[in-house]
């Protein structure tokens, strides 16, 4: 059993940088990937970004290359995703998920996780 809890949320402005925490717990915690998701209302959850177990390998949708960033610190069981330039259109709740996708084409799948975070609520203003 894994358990999740994200934090770092809240409003702020186009352009601006935020960065989300997920705390991560379990006794074997350390050999899942993770991912970050998120949902905009009205929206399916779509993949943002996801790191393998050992944080060698990482995976972003198209639409965040270059302006997010996933990490991962085994030692204090955290994983992070650093947000910079937002826009209006990455409002959404924020979703941290835990799970063991076999090739680097699956982390996008929600399928391929088990273990799913409440959520953190992210707003970008105009």
């Known amino acids: 059993q894994v358990q999740l809890v994200e934090s770092g949320g809240g409003l702020v402005q186009a352009g601006d940088s935020l960065r989300l925490s997920c705390a991560v717990s379990g006794r074997t915690w350390f050999i899942y990937s993770l991912g970050w998701f998120r949902q905009a209302p009205g929206k399916e959850r779509e993949f943002v970004a996801g790191?393998?177990?050992?944080?060698?390998?990482?995976y972003y949708a198209d639409s965040v290359k270059g302006r997010l960033t996933i990490s991962r610190d085994n030692a204090k069981n955290t994983v992070t995703l650093q947000m910079n330039s937002l826009k209006p259109g990455d409002t959404a709740v924020y979703y941290c998920?835990?799970?063991?996708?076999?090739?680097?084409?699956?982390?996008?799948?929600?399928?391929?996780?088990?273990?799913w975070g409440q959520g953190t609520q992210v707003t970008v203003s105009s």
């Open positions: 790191i393998s177990g050992s944080g060698g390998s990482t």
């Open positions: 998920a835990a799970g063991r996708p076999r090739f680097s084409g699956s982390y996008s799948y929600t399928v391929n996780y088990d273990y």
